[in-house]
């Protein structure tokens, strides 16, 4: 199993579509896949066949883990880095943090 290392942030997704498009809601552990590791699983340059989708990773934090299945697409985001939903990142770091070292792997 490969362990990858990075930073965890957190944004609202209720409501709303993502790359995967799927319709979504902050209470859910779900996770936006930083563009370097997304992007090449991207088919014919359409986000939404990208085979990442649906993929589930289990992130380390400070204060525990948690399972997450891939829904999004982080741009902003560095090889590495996660982007999760609030309801996520409460599990493995408080929100007031906003920005946490993480290491984590697929399942």
Same mark, same amino acid.
């Not at 525990?64 to 891939?70: E, H, K, Y």
């Not at 741009?75 to 090889?79: A, H, L, T, V």
């Given at each position: 199993m490969i362990l990858y290392t990075g930073q965890a942030t957190y944004y609202n997704i209720e409501g709303g579509y993502t790359a995967c498009v799927t319709l979504q809601n902050d209470n859910q552990f779900l996770v936006a896949m930083n563009a370097p590791q997304f992007d090449p699983y991207t088919s014919n340059g359409n986000p939404n066949r990208n085979s990442l989708c649906g993929k589930t990773v289990r992130i380390n934090g400070p204060k525990? =883990? $948690?399972?997450? $299945? $891939?829904i999004d697409r982080c741009? =902003?985001?560095?090889?590495g880095d996660l982007d999760l939903t609030p309801a996520a990142f409460q599990a493995i770091a408080d929100l007031s943090q906003g920005r946490v070292s993480i290491s984590w792997s697929w399942l």
């Open positions: 525990g =883990s $948690v399972t997450a $299945v $891939v741009p =902003s985001c560095q090889y």
